[in-house]
């Protein structure tokens, strides 16, 4: 016994009396493939986009905390050059279907105009709204409204749903 703990003594590794915090040296989370490096900014948006019919998280630094109005304008914008160089498309891009988005206690309601209909992949259109507002720690839901009144739109499923819709409801196209 005196032999195994003179062993564990002389091994270098030093010892504190009280805990310290360890800094991690890598960002845990979903890995997407090779990065490239992180653009400067404070802060990190999170956008779902389209590869190969799922949905996709790209992570975007920013200089401040977007509200949830110019998450969805950096969504319908679409991708960047380099996001698409990798593969990645969005069902939202160029569309005007889009209002604008209040919060409400924690519910990010969705505008959406009368007259100008989402693609043919519209449930991917749905859930990149929903996953891109969902990521946010302000949003536990999102809903759709046109013109004052409570849309139903497309779960991941393709069930039609007027219900407060989160992730999970897109859970099967999310890429893994």
Known sequence: MPVAVLALHGCGVPTDR?????????TIGSYEGPMAPAS???VTERL???????????????SAVPSP????????????AQERG?????????TSYIT???????????????DNPIRNDETLAYGQIVCTLAARADIVGVQFAQAGRTMEVPRGDGAL???LLTAADYGSLIAQ
């Open 40 to 42: 400067p900014g404070a």
């Open 69 to 80: 109005q110019r998450v969805l304008e950096d969504l319908v914008t679409g991708p960047t």
């Open 100 to 114: 604008g988005v209040q919060l409400h206690s924690g519910t990010a309601i969705v505008g959406l105009a009368v």
């Open 86 to 94: 990798s593969g990645l498309d969005s069902a939202l891009a160029g």
């Open 161 to 163: 749903t007027s219900e």
């Open 18 to 26: 009280d805990p310290r915090p360890i800094e991690p040296s890598v």
């Open 48 to 62: 779902f986009m389209v590869r190969d019919n799922q949905l996709v998280a790209v992570d975007r630094r920013v």
